[in-house]
């Protein structure tokens, strides 16, 4: 046959056309679709055809400002984009306005880190001024790069944390707090960061293991109390130093000892010895025994124990401090209290207490009347009340001379390090202390008015009700919330909004909810520097009714601002409120660690103002971690630049990525991890080319009804409804790498590897209007459309650039395919009726392709088409369901030239390389090759083509 007729024949064949290329470009096409989105303000679009429909709010936790966007941004935007896109698609007006938090600590750190040393001399407005430029500019940065995401939302108008509106609702929401009875000033010990020099809240720690000095020391008891102890029979050797033994894991906390505190239900023993060649009666929990001679070094013959007396027979008797000749305090100190909370798990039984430095030592030393007494400064260095041997130095340095002055005085019985998880600053990485200082604090504790319950139990009702994703969210929060201290709020630093508080030269204060609303409305006009500038008769108001004991004359500003994690929990009011969407919001997604941070302290501020969580459900994810497991760092290597990664593959990659993967466990990524994901994007892609390709002869009109539809469509149209059905589910349910599964083994198994290739005969080379073709085209517009909006959500770029090339869509007056509608199940056609039909004949092809695959590999065959297989079947009901389906059928399911069918004892299926001339055009082998003489190299069905084209 000539070569020219060769040619003939591909001209006679309907081939693949479409605009939609094999190869996606994805990162020189995402860019310009962006700018095609801005141009139709995309966002602005998408709500407008959305008018009338119901509201699903997403809020959005603010990230910082502070830097460019790495993968955690991604995961987190990521998510959010797809219920937003999912849930737009579902019907629904999805608002979703980005935020950003613009004050705190990490941003004025970053500022410090800049000025170094200059910004010591810097008065605090220029300070803020700093803060406030280089926040608005990494609000820049980030905004594009979440852009080049494919994210959509009100970027135009997002809400930041320093703009004064927002200010003003944080203010609104504390006010209410204020009346409700919840914000109180005290000195108490909190979290400090000596890096930093700020209180902390539990939202900003981090703990780390970390080696401490442990130290077993004597407290010598003064004379009566001696006699006291000798009349219990706890110390009968007129040689021996009596004293209480205390253990401790700061030693440096111990300049600030006021009492020490025993168990009063406990037995306590005095245990003789000699150390360093002085005799010791030292008092110890009696279960202590063994260990503290263990850590002492001494064996069972070097020490003798006394009779056990109960605790509660110490209760007020005196010791003098091991190294404090006195007292730097104004109260009665140095004697023994009774605290329930001593246990014998570790130490000695007996406790150090020292109220400035702990929370449960306060507790206990307040129902004694002990001072809270804290000789440590802002810098973390000791005051001049403090022995000269420690004056000034550095309380996390300090913890050796301590030990060694003691040992000196002969008092250290023990000492050794430990390795034990200790809290460190979040920002400045050091470890912090506990440490007494005067701070604002919102009480957990107190009744909230209106609901007759604390704030704690009305959180620990509420959380409930809200969905939690995944479920052990709920109990996570539940065991926080449980054990979780008074919220600090104050912080000394520069950058954020300030409590409204005003104080006279007595040192009272005044914040009331009227004050902090005058506050409030003044801020939501100048801003929060306005406060550092204004005089507080311009902040409050001529008007403004002083308090008794209050005059102008004599008011002043405090400077301490507000944690600014109790700015961003404000966001519901701040944010959703004051836009007029409903409260509570519909999710809240972020990470794993905001149980203890946002979603927490977005549920107190709301639950003391409105007696109502902030939303209906939480859904939370992991965080990324390189192939082994390991935290990624920059430092180990081992860190994935989300920027590098976008700009090497292109952002629908690594959104296929984010949707493969289980969120709500951490998450391993690796360039190769996210590199894989391009081979099955280019599955899914070449499928949507494929059926893209196979229509464009194609309208709407020529559609074949379902009941006329061949077997193999009819069977397409059931897997796409199964499709169709899962996957919403999947989405509904938030469970986006089932999403992928679906669609990923959707393109690979039902079509790649069955329907699409059992389509390319009929498609290929009957006639172009044959009922054959119109019914598969019919089913592939179907799955296009179907398919297209399904993956549109995570690929959002080729799902906008598949619906442009996709000529056949039904929603047509549509700018984007992300304001068109999710496609539904038919619910006519009965997939599951179907299924386990279809199953018995998938798997006996199954069955016929593994022996092919032995032909193939013996080489007695090239192709399937070459076939001719033979299949005896003992099973009736198998054989009656090919029989029904058409042997013709399943010889094209097989894509082999033909199937004979047989009865017999066993299953058993025998393939050859058939004795057919094969068809030049088709290249099935086949009986009819050759009966038309005017084709005689073609069979029936593509010479009736060729003649008739």
């Keep these: 046959m000539s070569e020219k007729k060769k040619k003939g024949y591909r001209d006679t064949l309907n081939l693949p056309k479409t605009s939609f290329s094999m190869k996606a470009n994805l990162t020189q096409r995402e860019p310009q679709q962006h700018k095609a989105w801005k141009k139709q303000k995309i966002y602005d679009t998408i709500l407008a055809a959305r008018e009338d429909a119901p509201t699903y709010t997403l809020h959005d936790g603010p990230p910082y400002a502070n830097g460019d966007i790495h993968m955690g941004h991604v995961i987190n935007k990521v998510l959010k984009d797809i219920v937003v896109k999912y849930k737009t698609m579902a019907g629904f007006k999805v608002p979703y306005i980005p935020g950003w938090d613009c004050h705190g600590l990490p941003i004025e750190v970053k500022v410090m880190q800049e000025l170094g040393e200059k910004i010591r001399e810097m008065p605090k407005l220029e300070i803020r001024k700093r803060c406030k430029k280089y926040a608005s500019k990494f609000v820049k940065v980030q905004t594009k790069q979440f852009k080049s995401l494919g994210i959509f939302g009100d970027f135009d108008n997002p809400y930041l944390t320093l703009k004064p509106q927002y200010e003003q609702g944080i203010l609104e929401i504390f006010a209410e707090l204020i009346g409700n009875g919840l914000v109180y000033k005290q000195l108490k010990p909190i979290h400090w960061s000596v890096g930093c020099e700020t209180a902390l809240a539990d939202a900003e720690l981090e703990y780390k293991d970390i080696p401490s000095l442990s130290v077993y020391v004597n407290f010598p008891v003064t004379d009566e109390t001696r006699k006291k102890l000798a009349d219990l029979n706890l110390v009968t050797d007129d040689d021996a130093t009596a004293s209480f033994m205390i253990w401790t894991t700061t030693p440096w906390t111990l300049t600030a000892n006021l009492a020490v505190a025993v168990n009063p239900k406990l037995d306590y023993v005095s245990m003789t010895y000699t150390k360093e060649g002085r005799k010791f009666s030292s008092i110890i929990a009696a279960e202590r025994v063994e260990a503290v001679a263990q850590a002492a070094g001494l064996e069972q013959g070097d020490y003798t124990i006394s009779d056990p007396v109960k605790g509660c027979e110490f209760e007020g008797l005196r010791y003098e401090h091991p190294f404090v000749e006195t007292n730097p305090t104004d109260k009665d100190a140095y004697f023994a209290i009774c605290a329930d909370y001593v246990t014998t798990e570790d130490g000695t039984g007996v406790v150090h207490i020292a109220p400035g430095h702990g929370v449960e030592d306060y507790v206990a030393a307040q129902n004694y009347g002990l001072a809270v007494y804290s000789p440590v400064m802002d810098n973390g260095r000791y005051d001049n009340t403090v022995p000269a041997f420690i004056k000034g130095k550095s309380v996390l340095k300090v913890d050796p001379i301590v030990a060694d002055h003691l040992s000196e005085k002969d008092l250290l019985v023990a000492a050794k390090e430990i390795t034990h998880s200790y809290p460190h600053c979040w920002r400045s990485k050091t470890p912090v202390i506990f440490r007494a200082t005067e701070q604002w604090f919102v009480s957990v504790d107190n009744q909230v008015p209106k609901a007759g319950k604390?704030?704690?139990?009305?959180?620990?009702?509420?959380?409930?009700?809200?969905?939690?994703?995944?479920?052990?969210?709920?109990?996570?929060?539940?065991?926080?919330?449980?054990?979780?201290?008074?919220?600090?709020?104050?912080?000394?630093?520069?950058?954020?909004?300030?409590?409204?508080?005003?104080?006279?030269?007595?040192?009272?204060?005044?914040?009331?909810?009227?004050?902090?609303?005058?506050?409030?409305?003044?801020?939501?006009?100048?801003?929060?520097?306005?406060?550092?500038?204004?005089?507080?008769?311009?902040?409050?108001?001529?008007?403004?009714?002083?308090?008794?004991?209050?005059?102008?004359?004599?008011?002043?500003?405090?400077?301490?601002?507000?944690?600014?994690?109790?700015?961003?929990?404000?966001?519901?009011?701040?944010?959703?409120?004051?836009?007029?969407?409903?409260?509570?919001?519909?999710?809240?997604?972020?990470?794993?660690?905001?149980?203890?941070?946002?979603?927490?302290?977005?549920?107190?501020?709301?639950?003391?103002?409105?007696?109502?969580?902030?939303?209906?459900?939480?859904?939370?994810?992991?965080?990324?971690?390189?192939?082994?497991?390991?935290?990624?760092?920059?430092?180990?290597?081992?860190?994935?630049?989300?920027?590098?990664?976008?700009?090497?593959?292109?952002?629908?990659?690594?959104?296929?990525?984010?949707?493969?993967?289980?969120?709500?466990?951490?998450?391993?990524?690796?360039?190769?991890?996210?590199?894989?994901?391009?081979?099955?994007?280019?599955?899914?892609?070449?499928?949507?080319?494929?059926?893209?390709?196979?229509?464009?002869?194609?309208?709407?009109?020529?559609?074949?009804?379902?009941?006329?539809?061949?077997?193999?469509?009819?069977?397409?149209?059931?897997?796409?409804?199964?499709?169709?059905?899962?996957?919403?589910?999947?989405?509904?349910?938030?469970?986006?790498?089932?999403?992928?599964?679906?669609v990923y083994n959707f393109c690979t198994v039902q079509m790649s590897s069955i329907y699409m290739d059992v389509l390319k005969d009929r498609l290929y080379c009957d006639k172009p209007d044959s009922i054959s073709r119109r019914s598969a085209q019919t089913v592939m517009v179907e799955i296009l459309e179907a398919m297209i909006k399904l993956i549109s959500p995570v690929l959002v770029h080729t799902g906008e650039e598949a619906w442009a090339a996709f000529e056949q869509k039904s929603e047509t007056d549509l700018p984007t395919v992300h304001a068109a509608t999710l496609p539904d199940v038919n619910e006519s056609i009965n997939w599951q009726a179907e299924e386990a039909r279809w199953d018995k004949i998938m798997t006996l092809r199954d069955d016929v392709l593994r022996v092919l695959e032995g032909l193939r590999q013996e080489q007695a065959i090239a192709s399937n088409q070459e076939a001719s297989v033979t299949i005896t079947i003992d099973d009736e009901e198998l054989y009656s369901t090919i029989e029904e389906l058409g042997v013709d059928t399943f010889t094209s399911l097989c894509i082999v030239s033909e199937v004979k069918l047989e009865k017999g004892d066993k299953l058993d299926i025998s393939a050859a390389k058939s004795d057919h001339p094969k068809c030049e055009r088709c290249w099935n082998y086949l009986p009819s090759v050759g009966h038309d003489t005017d084709q005689p190299d073609l069979c029936i069905r593509c010479a009736e083509v060729v003649n008739h084209a």
């Design 454 to 742: 604390s704030l704690r139990n009305l959180a620990l009702e509420q959380i409930g009700d809200v969905q939690w994703v995944p479920q052990w969210g709920e109990k996570r929060i539940r065991g926080m919330l449980e054990s979780r201290p008074d919220w600090c709020i104050s912080r000394q630093r520069a950058w954020g909004l300030p409590i409204p508080a005003f104080l006279n030269s007595d040192g009272d204060t005044l914040m009331t909810k009227e004050s902090c609303l005058r506050v409030a409305e003044h801020i939501g006009k100048k801003g929060s520097d306005s406060w550092f500038i204004d005089s507080p008769k311009e902040i409050l108001g001529e008007d403004f009714e002083l308090p008794e004991g209050f005059t102008w004359d004599d008011l002043h500003k405090e400077e301490n601002i507000f944690d600014v994690w109790f700015e961003s929990g404000c966001s519901w009011h701040s944010v959703m409120r004051k836009r007029g969407y409903d409260v509570p919001v519909d999710l809240y997604l972020e990470g794993s660690d905001q149980h203890r941070g946002w979603f927490q302290l977005s549920l107190l501020p709301a639950l003391g103002a409105i007696q109502q969580a902030p939303f209906k459900t939480v859904l939370t994810h992991g965080f990324t971690v390189d192939e082994k497991g390991m935290k990624q760092s920059k430092s180990l290597g081992n860190y994935v630049s989300a920027l590098e990664e976008i700009q090497k593959y292109g952002a629908d990659i690594l959104r296929l990525w984010v949707s493969s993967v289980n969120y709500q466990e951490d998450m391993r990524c690796s360039d190769e991890l996210i590199g894989r994901l391009s081979d099955a994007y280019r599955k899914i892609r070449n499928t949507l080319r494929y059926l893209l390709g196979n229509v464009k002869d194609y309208d709407r009109s020529m559609a074949v009804p379902y009941e006329k539809m061949l077997p193999v469509d009819k069977w397409a149209m059931q897997q796409l409804q199964k499709l169709i059905s899962k996957v919403r589910l999947a989405y509904e349910d938030f469970a986006f790498h089932r999403v992928f599964g679906l």
